[in-house]
Structures are given as C-alpha cells and as structure tokens.
C-alpha cells in the first residue's frame, strides 16, 4: 500500500513539473530555396517533443517543449543555417522577443 500510494504521488509530482508547450518563432539566416525548407524541416520537425512546427524560408514555427538549444544545433547541423532571433509567443497573440547571442 505504501509504495502505491508514493508512486502516485512522485508521478502527480512530475506531471506537475512538465513545461507546457509553447509556440516560437525561430528566425533564421542562410536558407535560400525550397531545398533548404526541406533539410530543415526532416531535423527540426522529428524531434522529440516537437507537437507542431512549420518551416518557410528563414523562418521555423515550433510548438513543444522541446529545449531551444536543441532546435539550434538541428538547425546548425543542416547546412551551416543559423537562428539569428527567438521569439515566444504568449497567450495574448503578443510577441516577446528574444535576441539570440
């Protein structure tokens, strides 16, 4: 009975520390044709945690939990693009925009 009833709490404990998905807008440099949307969306869109994500030239929309710094070294490893700017998109329909380094 013990470890059922501390099972049960330690799992309502992680479900509450879960991020929730949020959608970001990833600007990004060196992409130039249709080729390019392509690459990047075959090793951005299969990541893990990766809900919904939307690649046009220069630009990726990604909804998910799915660490920045991941979807940056995807992103790199295909072809040398770059994120040059993160914005997160909160509730409001705003826009908080985050420069990247």
Do not use: W
Not at 22 to 46: N, Y
Not at 52 to 81: F, H, M, W
């Amino acid at each position: 009975m013990r470890f059922v009833l501390l099972f049960s709490f330690v799992s309502h404990i992680a479900f509450a520390f879960t991020a929730a998905p949020t959608t970001r807008v990833f600007t990004l440099r060196g992409m130039t044709c249709s080729a390019c949307v392509k690459a990047v969306q075959a090793k951005v869109c299969g990541l893990p945690e990766v809900a919904k994500c939307t690649v046009e030239i220069n630009k990726l929309t990604l909804e998910g939990t799915t660490p920045e710094a991941t979807v940056r070294d995807a992103v790199a490893s295909t072809q040398s693009y770059q994120v040059v700017k993160v914005a997160t998109v909160v509730e409001t329909g705003k826009t908080a925009a985050k420069k990247s380094k």
